[in-house]
């Protein structure tokens, strides 16, 4: 299931490129969330095979960054629609074109 919410927040992001940013990040602290340590290692694995092969803009990185203060395991933990978007899983407004990718 982890592994579909880093899948879900590189996705949401657009891509990723580079070395750890702040999708990667996020990426990784939602891995965190996994409840054994081979399903955190999977995600993560997962999380940095997405983040070498995507291309995020600014307001991507900047839209991850913020969504790190949001996005914590224990609300993560309750599945709510709320907590994917605090988390960067789901869109506040579905019609938002800006988070879709190109």
Avoid: F, W
């Avoid at 999708?23 to 081979?38: V, Y």
């Avoid at 997962?46 to 995020?56: C, D, F, K, R, V």
């Amino acid at each position: 299931m982890k592994r579909l919410l880093a899948a879900g927040v590189l996705a949401a992001a657009a891509s990723l490129a580079g070395c750890n940013n702040s999708c990667q990040t996020l990426a990784n602290n939602i891995c965190e969330c996994s409840p054994t340590q081979a399903a955190q290692e999977n995600c993560q694995a997962e999380a940095s095979i997405a983040n070498g092969t995507a291309t995020l803009s600014t307001d991507d990185l900047n839209r991850c960054s913020a969504l790190q203060n949001s996005c914590d395991c224990r609300m993560l933990a309750t599945g709510s629609y709320a907590a994917k978007v605090a988390c960067g899983l789901a869109r506040p407004d579905p019609n938002d074109s800006s988070l879709s990718p190109q």
